[in-house]
């Protein structure tokens, strides 16, 4: 957010008014003429012309995305060091000991690993341990990997001892901590779920993809824990390795033009067969009128509304399916139950301190 308020610019015959604010509204083009007391342009042009910090976002894409990204993992780290600088040093001031005794302690402690690991992983990188190393000889190749694993086994278990230091730490995140970059996504497309819900659940999916379709029952256990509290928006990402997931995501939009998307997409998930025979034998199980399905899988304007979403999926960063966007924030991959409950519980915390 910009929070200082920029002069009067005259450059090239362009009289430029740069104002406070990012915008999430229009685009420059059909966005008029804000009154003074407007405060989300970031530049008028011309007096007419309106851009938004959101535009400048959308027009960096990508790679605005990931700077990002990589800024909030650098600061995440620092973070969590610091917590754990902190927490070492109350510890050690509980036992009477320096840090640098306590860190001595919780990493000294043996670590047991047996032969069969060692074998194992002889078996599996001996050579290019030893070529790493070069070590001369099994037992020698064998020394250099118990080291190893031996140090791999202390660091798990000095890493276990800070998760108990904060697992008995009161830690009071403020103002919702360091949040992620977000992205914007569109919540077009079809929909379930109270349209003022105050979590909004974008899924790029691909219909033959496994792991979208185990997701489902995610999705399905989440609306019952979640009621009233979550809207699910379904995005086309069909995947370049699916041969029939185009099909069946073009079949999905001719459903929802007869207005019964979810319960085709249910049948979808559920069938292995996603031929265009099968395509129309569904349309036909759940009443759909044949010829008006038809009609729709072979014109050009489905087609096309399926390349949008893969368009939008691609500045979302989104590249693999499932994806998730949950209020702006990136759940990439198969998420688990638990996972999109912590983003749930996370997201409805920080609008309630917001007090929305």
């Known amino acids: 957010m ?17 104002l406070t604010q990012a915008a999430k509204s229009q685009s420059p083009s059909t966005r008029s003429t804000p009154s003074p007391h407007q405060t989300d342009a970031v530049v008028i042009v011309n007096g007419s012309r309106v851009i938004t910090e959101e535009d400048v976002d959308v027009a960096a894409g990508r790679e605005l995305y990931l700077l990002q ?74 020394r250099v990997i118990r080291s190893d694993l031996e140090n791999k086994a202390k660091a798990q278990k000095y890493r276990a001892a800070l998760g108990e230091l904060r697992a008995k730490a009161r830690i009071d995140v403020l103002s ?59 995005k086309q990402l069909p995947g370049p390795a699916h041969p029939q997931a185009l099909g069946a995501a073009e079949a999905s939009l001719c459903a929802d033009a007869q207005g019964k998307f979810w319960i085709y997409h249910d049948k979808l998930f559920a069938s292995d067969d996603l031929s265009r025979s099968a395509l129309v034998a569904y349309a036909g199980q759940i009443q759909l009128n044949r010829e008006e399905f038809e009609k729709c899988l072979d014109s050009e304007g489905v087609h096309q509304a399926v390349l949008k979403d893969v ?20 759940l990439s991959g198969f998420t688990d139950l638990v996972g999109f409950e912590q983003q749930i519980d996370l997201q409805l915390t920080r609008l309630g301190r917001k007090g929305q």
């Open 311 to 330: 368009q939008e999926a691609r500045k979302a960063d989104a590249h693999a399916t499932p994806t998730f966007v949950v209020n702006g924030q990136v």
């Open 176 to 234: 919702g901590g360091l949040e992620p970059p977000r992205v914007s996504v569109s919540d077009s497309g079809p929909s379930k779920g109270a349209k003022d819900a105050p979590i909004t659940i974008i899924e790029f999916s691909d219909f033959q993809c496994p792991f979208c379709r185990q997701s489902q029952a995610v999705l399905d256990h989440l609306f019952k824990t979640y009621p009233d509290k979550i809207r699910l928006v379904f």
């Open 2 to 18: 910009r929070h200082c308020i920029f002069s009067l610019l005259v450059l090239a015959g362009l009289t430029l008014v740069v």
């Open 69 to 142: 990204e990589r800024i909030y993992t650098l600061r995440q780290k620092a973070l969590d060091s610091l917590i754990d600088k902190i927490l070492l040093e109350q510890e050690a001031n509980t036992r009477g000991i320096t840090v640098e005794e306590l860190v001595r302690r919780l990493t000294s402690e043996k670590a047991d690993v047996s032969d069969a690991e060692v074998d194992r992983e002889y078996a599996e990188h001996g050579s290019a341990v030893a070529l790493a190393h070069g070590t001369h000889g099994v037992e020698d190749t064998k």
